[in-house]
């Protein structure tokens, strides 16, 4: 299994603002994503981090918005940008692939 | 895409007794896993069980790949059960879809 860790754990910021997000990994991985989880909510896949290219967006979520960067094989960074109070959610890390998934500790953002 | 159904979505337990969680997936898949996500938010690992019946402890689960469900089946539960339980499926070249997760609560 993979160690994740994320970075802040928690922020309170104010809106109109950015956030950087980092994840960590204790193992070089093929594959990184990125998942929202809104209050109340399940987890909803944000982009997949490709090492050396760029992050591949699922509808509903952008490039300006949510900039992703894969400088390396353990390593990525989810801003979130120009934030709003519907920013408010948990960002998760997650590795793996065609089996199984394994989740960073995530980062608990509050919009102001 | 696949989907994912999860049920009941809300389960109030008193200790020791025992439950059954259901999650029905709408194609074949490469990959289901069971998760709990704990009160401080941190999603847990459980199962890794595309088929088949693992058992871990008071926990085990079931996956019926044939019939597109599978079980997580919680015995003796205690408080620190108390969460949300998720399910979810990767099936082909698709990201890991979650369902809408079984929030337990168990009662001393």
């Known amino acids: 299994s993979a160690v994740i860790s994320q970075k802040p754990s928690r922020d309170i910021c104010q809106r109109g603002t950015s956030l950087t997000i980092q994840c960590q990994v204790d193992?070089?991985?093929?594959?990184m994503f990125w998942y929202r989880q809104q209050p109340g909510q399940s987890l909803t896949l944000i982009a997949t981090?490709?090492?050396?290219?760029?992050?591949?967006?699922e509808s509903g979520f952008v490039i300006d918005k949510f900039p992703i960067s894969r400088p390396n094989l353990t390593f990525s960074t989810l801003t979130v940008s120009n934030m709003s109070p519907e920013d408010s959610s948990i960002y998760l890390c997650?590795?793996?692939?065609?089996?199984?998934?394994?989740f960073g500790p995530g980062t608990r953002l509050t919009v102001t | 895409g696949i989907q994912v159904e999860q049920s009941p979505p809300d389960l109030i337990l008193q200790e020791g007794a025992n439950s059954t969680l259901r999650c029905n997936f709408s194609?074949?898949?490469?990959?289901l896993q069971w998760f709990h996500q704990n009160p401080w938010g941190q999603l847990i690992n459980l199962f890794y069980?595309?088929?088949g019946t693992k058992q871990n402890g008071r926990l085990s689960a079931t996956t019926v790949a044939t019939e597109r469900y599978s079980l997580l089946y919680i015995s003796s539960s205690q408080t620190t059960d108390s969460g949300v339980y998720f399910c979810?499926?990767?099936?082909?070249?698709?990201?890991?879809?979650f369902g809408k997760g079984t929030r337990l609560s168990v009662i001393a």
């Open positions: 997650s590795v793996g692939g065609a089996h199984e998934q394994y």
């Open positions: 193992s070089q991985v093929t594959m």
């Open positions: 981090a490709n090492q050396g290219s760029e992050a591949t967006y």
């Open positions: 194609d074949s898949v490469n990959n």
């Open positions: 069980i595309p088929s």
């Open positions: 979810a499926a990767l099936s082909g070249n698709t990201p890991l879809v």
